[in-house]
């Protein structure tokens, strides 16, 4: 599973990837893993069709649980089984932007 967030002000954050052992997705399809840590350089979510960002190499989705509360196609018996997600930066806390609705 590629997971992929451009809230890079996250401590888990490393190169648009996250590095958490585990994420937790709300109700209203935010990550409440979320953890403020140190600016590594600006959020990407507007600056991704100026620059090619550098990504960190992809997970492995066997170390990482992903924990899902949203009415989402991907959340099966509570657990995303999405080959990926994509975390975005606009709001104060990460939304999923692979959310697909049921």
Known sequence: MDIRCRKTECKFNDRYTCKAKGISITQKVACSTYQEGEVKKKDATKRLLEV???????????????DCKAKCLFN?????????????????????VSFLKK
Do not use: F, W
């Open 76 to 96: 099966h018996g509570g657990k995303c089984v999405s080959n990926g997600i994509t975390l975005n930066a606009i709001k104060e806390m990460p939304l999923c």
């Open 52 to 66: 090619t960002p550098e990504y960190a190499p992809q997970r492995d989705s066997k170390t990482m649980s992903i």
